[in-house]
């Protein structure tokens, strides 16, 4: 097993530690990365979804050899799910064996049944544990999903890094979580909890850095195919569309291509493949007849 790499110490040795791994930054994403390294500080990105932000975190996991713990957010996540719940069942055959046995002193065995054992730990709750690998990677993905309470919840994780459980007390990291926080921006983040955080919204890629990705991660497509997937992508991100095609449906879609030996875009593999690009049937509709031959044309110009 490898052992953990270190902090970058400069916002070049962060491009390097990234693109080592497959991600290609902007520098002005490398540099508020860098600084939320150095700094302690939470990160958080926002941006359309595909563009990269989750991606983010399990490239710093791979590159700096940390635990990743991601947290997946959804309308609806409470305590219980994403922090720490009781094993209420050990805990009942806990209370019933006591009873047998005879031992009834009530503060002994509340003092039992809420020890650590019969703690279970969610995923904010274990990224404050210590690690040998040092302090992991946590992911709170998709913040946006989930209930404003929930997300006022967090304030107290990421200010002071530190969950207070009634019954058991307060857990705090000994050393901080590198902290990523992503939002689609279905709705807004309240500003007491950007406040405790570095901000960076991740764009879209320009034409030269996204056909350089897809170079990148899909090596058997051939440099005219990939020029002109890149071309086209561009091109529909012009488009009106319910939902343009993020980072990710570009490599889908390059990756699909070359699947089918596809040396350069037609009308016919364009029409068959779309559905790897757009995801809404409304969007696929706009891109049929004289629309989508105008983007080919254009996508495959000489």
């Given at each position: 097993m490898s052992l953990p790499a270190k902090i970058p110490v400069s916002v070049d040795e962060t491009l390097t530690l990234l693109s080592s791994h497959g991600y290609l930054a902007e520098r002005s994403l490398a540099t508020v990365l860098f600084l939320s390294l150095r700094m302690g500080r939470p990160l958080f990105l926002e941006g359309e979804a595909g563009v990269g932000k989750t991606e983010i975190a399990k490239v710093l996991s791979a590159a700096l050899g940390r635990k990743l713990i991601r947290l997946q957010c959804y309308e609806g996540l409470d305590v219980s799910s994403a922090v720490y719940e009781w094993n209420s069942a050990s805990q009942m055959i806990a209370i019933r064996l006591a009873e047998a046995a005879g031992d009834t002193d009530r503060d002994t065995l509340v003092s039992d049944i809420f020890a650590e054992r019969y703690l279970i730990k969610r995923?904010?709750?274990?990224?404050?544990?210590?690690?040998?690998?040092?302090?992991?990677?946590?992911?709170?993905?998709?913040?946006?999903?989930?209930?404003?309470?929930?997300?006022?919840?967090?304030?107290?994780?990421?200010?002071?890094?530190?969950?207070?459980?009634?019954?058991?007390?307060?857990?705090?990291?000994?050393?901080?979580?590198?902290?990523?926080?992503?939002?689609?921006?279905?709705?807004?983040?309240?500003?007491?909890l950007k406040r405790r955080c570095l901000y960076h919204w991740v764009d879209y890629p320009n034409a030269e850095r996204e056909l350089a990705i897809v170079k990148s991660r899909v090596p058997g497509i051939s440099a005219k195919l990939s020029q002109q997937v890149v071309t086209f992508v561009q091109a529909l991100r012009d488009q009106d569309f319910y939902k343009s095609p993020g980072v990710a449906e570009t490599l889908d879609w390059a990756t699909a291509l070359t699947e089918l030996d596809a040396r350069a875009l037609t009308p016919q593999v364009v029409g068959d493949t779309l559905g790897a690009l757009l995801k809404y049937q409304d969007d696929i509709a706009k891109m049929q007849g004289d629309a989508l031959q105008k983007v080919l044309k254009d996508a495959t110009a000489e």
């Open positions: 995923p904010l709750l274990q990224a404050l544990e210590p690690d040998a690998a040092g302090a992991p990677i946590l992911l709170i993905d998709e913040l946006d999903r989930a209930d404003e309470a929930f997300e006022a919840y967090l304030l107290e994780i990421l200010s002071d890094f530190q969950v207070t459980i009634p019954e058991f007390g307060t857990v705090k990291a000994p050393s901080p979580p590198i902290v990523i926080v992503t939002s689609n921006r279905t709705r807004e983040i309240h500003d007491a």
